[in-house]
């Protein structure tokens, strides 16, 4: 017979490790499961977001947070093609503001983990850290349109965090990166 956990699993980790560029840590990144009824596609929003309901087996799934890898150690991020793909002048640039990612996401977050298992804190802190680590990066990996599409998940996922916690701050974040987005467009 199963035990919860494995009845409650939503994502897995990778078998080959990721290797960070810039630190040189080794992680396993993780994915979300799909299949077995986890999600149950909502409504699409104006925006074109699609939402997902509550499942009554798995709870609330966030698919937007498991998209953005983030190193735990140095918290460089960026989506999973252009992870590895950093020049010198990028890596040495990412490398210097590793310390004033770590602030942000304590300041916002009281400090995430990003070897635990992800949520809508971590993915909203995932898109903070890759418009960090996108404002960073060379023309060849079209990093105005990558900071353009996580301003506008950033804002979705904080809004998401401003409903669960009305009396933080997180709806006056949303409206930022909203703004991001639309200057980024």
């Avoid at 983030?70 to 950093?86: G, I, Q, S």
């Avoid at 010198?88 to 996401?105: H, L, Y």
């Avoid at 701050?169 to 991001?180: E, H, L, Q």
């Amino acid at each position: 017979m199963e035990n919860e956990d494995t009845k409650k699993k939503i994502s897995f980790r990778q078998k080959n490790p990721t290797i960070c560029p810039v630190c040189g840590y080794e992680f396993y990144r993780e994915e979300m499961l799909t299949g077995g009824g986890r999600l149950i596609a909502g409504k699409l929003t104006d925006e074109l977001r699609r939402t997902y309901e509550k499942n009554e087996k798995w709870g609330v799934i966030y698919p937007l947070a498991y998209v953005v890898t983030v190193c735990p150690r140095c918290l460089y991020a960026a989506y999973p093609k252009d992870f590895p793909t950093l020049q010198a002048d990028e890596m040495q640039k990412i490398n210097a503001t590793t310390n004033a990612r770590k602030q942000s996401i304590d300041k916002f977050f009281g400090g995430l983990d990003f070897n635990q298992d992800r949520g809508l804190y971590h993915g909203a802190a995932s898109y903070l850290l890759a418009m960090d680590c996108y404002s960073f990066r060379n023309k060849n990996v079209a990093p105005t349109f990558k900071m353009a599409v996580s301003a506008i998940r950033a804002a979705w996922l904080f809004g998401d965090l401003a409903k669960l916690e009305p009396d933080k701050p997180y709806k006056k974040i949303s409206d930022f990166f909203y703004k991001k987005a639309y200057d980024y467009y």
